[in-house]
């Protein structure tokens, strides 16, 4: 069995993750030079190209395996940094920037639950990296192998993984106040929903069209839509009268108590069921990372909906 160099691993994940050889040289602090050499000498050793030098950087379906391969040894080196600390505390601190352990999250959990979950475990030192996308994608940076886990409304497992439920996140349609006194008094139902804007995420996000459809018992819409890719932003977009926009309950419930947001429909909540996936590995990091997102998302979300017999 080949044992790779866990320098050139590191290198070949650092040029995708940064986007080119010049930033992971950076990271890595040494020069642009010895990064294409590590690069070279992997490919040589593999026997097949890594990386396609196109703009983007790709990895090749090889690639892929590299970096999932090197991401298995940062997670393999942060459990024994993990024990080296439980029995030599004086060992703490020795985790180096460019092994970190990385997770996708959609934005909206990251804007509600998902961070207070994760602060024990940045405040230990876990170098952590969260990527941020659409609930509906986030599974195809675990399926590549650029992160170890996932929060995604993926309810099938992946291959290699394994899963369990979190909850579900309830949406509701929004507006300012302001906003709803000039433009839907009423609310919005089925004849009026296509009069107004909707600020989604991104063109990805599915949830505005969604919500109409089931709210109105319609089969197809199509709405007018304005993009801006926060949690955060959406929210300060909706107060400053863009436009309506489907957002989590839990993350407007303040503003709607207070009066600065108003439900749109208030009989119709869309409740989105959130799944947590990860590398099917014995790893008490890996471990320490799903039970405190199991944790959290079971104090934040409804209860997971019971499966049939």
């Given amino acids: 069995m080949s044992t790779f160099d866990p320098d050139a691993l590191e290198c070949l994940a650092a040029i995708v993750e940064e986007g ?28 097949t190209v890594l990386i396609v030098r196109s703009r983007p950087l790709k990895p090749t379906a090889a690639g892929q395996l590299m970096i999932k391969h090197a991401k298995m040894m940062r997670l393999l080196r942060a459990d024994l940094d993990k024990d080296l600390k439980e029995l030599a505390p004086s060992s703490a601190g020795h985790s180096r920037e460019d092994e970190r352990i990385s997770v996708a999250i959609n934005a909206d959990s990251i804007a ?10 940045a405040q230990g030192g876990l170098p952590i990296e969260i990527i941020t996308d659409d609930q509906e994608v986030t599974h ?28 579900g ?16 008094p009423k609310g ?15 063109r990805k996000d ?5 919500f109409v459809t089931q709210a109105f018992g319609l ?5 007018r839509q304005r993009f801006v890719p926060s949690s955060e932003g959406q929210v300060r977009a909706v107060k400053a009268g863009w436009g309506v926009s489907v957002l989590p309950e839990l993350q407007v419930r303040e503003r709607l108590e207070r009066g600065e947001l108003v439900n749109l429909v208030p009989r119709h909540a869309l409740r989105v069921a959130l799944y947590w996936h990860c590398w099917n590995l014995s790893s008490d990091v890996l471990d320490t990372l799903s039970r405190a997102l ?10 997971p909906a019971l499966k049939g017999p």
């Fill in 140 to 167: 195809e940076w675990l399926r590549e192998g650029q992160v170890l886990g996932c929060v995604t409304s993926l309810g099938q497992a992946l291959r290699g993984c394994k899963m369990e439920s979190l909850g």
């Fill in 219 to 223: 089969p197809r819409v199509v709405l």
């Fill in 112 to 121: 509600t639950w998902a961070l207070p979950a994760l602060d024990p475990l």
């Fill in 20 to 47: 080119g050889f010049e930033r992971a040289a950076q990271r890595l602090s040494i020069t642009q030079s010895a990064v294409s050499q590590r690069l070279r000498a992997l490919e040589a050793q593999v026997g």
């Fill in 206 to 210: 599915q949830l505005q069209h969604l």
């Fill in 294 to 303: 199991r944790e959290a998302a079971g104090r934040a979300l409804h209860p």
């Fill in 188 to 202: 919005i139902n089925e004849h009026n929903f296509h009069h107004f804007p909707y600020v989604a995420f991104n």
């Fill in 169 to 184: 996140m309830d949406y509701v349609l929004v507006s300012s106040a302001s906003f709803a006194r000039e433009h839907c």
